[in-house]
């Protein structure tokens, strides 16, 4: 948990005190997200005599997304396109690095309340293959604490058919994770 407790301390310093400036958050186009998680849990119980690397601040580990509206679907909702990357200890107590695309659809309920469902899409180590494909679909909600500083929770779902690690950790993953975010 002491890891957990720097990495977003850090984040959240640096992104508070970057950005104090002023500026309509719906009105910015990059959207910088740093996440961390809090919680996994797998359904159904691992093959062999090993558990699952799951539980509250188990899987010790970062990702950061960048992403830009590309349409607009109403006043207050976007379509976003942006990069996803991260480090974190995977289900089967390996380190797994990703990278690839996320896709994003973020609406505004009000000024400060916001939601957003979409997917990564990617490459991941730390599987049966030295780097493979996975897929993470994720919804959750956000605040802005200022016009340029927010939070949120997001739950990502890792579907076991879709990560290259499939053949050893062959039960889903359910993730919440800890948000925090900017926009210039």
């Keep these: 948990m002491l890891n957990f407790l720097k990495i977003f301390s850090i984040f959240f310093l640096i992104t508070f005190f970057a950005n104090i400036t002023s500026a309509n958050s719906q009105e910015n186009n990059t959207k910088v997200t740093i996440g961390v998680p809090l919680y996994v849990y797998h359904p159904d119980d691992r093959p062999g005599s090993r558990d699952w690397n ?11 997304d960048i992403s ?7 006043q207050s909702t976007d379509l976003r396109l942006g990069a996803t990357a991260g480090i974190f200890d995977n289900s089967i107590f390996d380190t797994s690095v990703f990278a690839g695309g996320v896709a994003e659809i973020e609406t505004h309920a009000t000024d400060r309340v916001f939601f957003n469902a979409g997917t990564y899409a990617g490459l991941i180590t730390g599987y049966d293959m030295a780097v493979g494909p996975a897929m993470a679909p994720y919804a959750g909600a956000g605040y802005h604490l200022t016009d340029k500083v927010e939070i949120g929770l997001r739950g990502v779902w890792l579907p076991a058919k879709t990560i290259a690690g499939s053949e050893d950790a062959p039960s889903d993953a359910y993730v919440g994770t800890v948000t925090i975010g900017t926009r210039f």
């Design 54 to 64: 799951d539980g509250w601040f188990q899987n010790e580990g970062v990702f950061a």
């Design 68 to 74: 830009w509206p590309v349409y607009s679907l109403g």
